[in-house]
Nanobody, 124 residues
Framework: QVRLAESGGGSVQTGGSLRLSCAAFGNTADTNTMGWFRQAPGKVREAVARIHSRSGATYYVSSVKGRFTISQDNAKTTLYLQMNNLQPDDTAMYFC?????????????????WGQGIQVTVSS
């Protein structure tokens, strides 16, 4: 089992930055893919980015490419999401997730473990 806990959310103005963290506890050695997802009120959960834990290979959705950066610490126990040039459309609850398998895409159904989520609000 793996437990995930997000931190670092908050409120910023348009153009601001935030760095989300996700601490992983438990059998983290069994996780091969970690990702960030978000869900705005009344909308479905959507993918943001993912990283392969061993290779460091990353993938971003087009709406955040060039603005967001996903990374992990060397111990692979903390996942980060650096978010720059934030826009009101980025307002959502952000979730980190982990998968046992190596996952190429960002289908949330492929992830085994989820954090509780943390709110990010961007005001215009």
């Amino acid at each position: 089992q793996v437990r995930l806990a997000e931190s670092g959310g908050g409120s910023v103005q348009t153009g601001g930055s935030l760095r989300l963290s996700c601490a992983a506890f438990g059998n983290t050695a069994d996780t091969n893919t970690m990702g960030w997802f978000r869900q705005a009120p009344g909308k479905v959960r959507e993918a943001v980015a993912r990283i392969h834990s061993r290779s460091g290979a990353t993938y971003y959705v087009s709406s955040v490419k060039g603005r967001f950066t996903i990374s992990q610490d060397n111990a692979k126990t903390t996942l980060y999401l650096q978010m720059n040039n934030l826009q009101p459309d980025d307002t959502a609850m952000y979730f980190c997730a982990a998968a046992n398998r190596l996952i190429g895409g960002l289908d949330p159904g492929n992830y085994n473990y989820w954090g509780q989520g943390i709110q990010v609000t961007v005001s215009s």
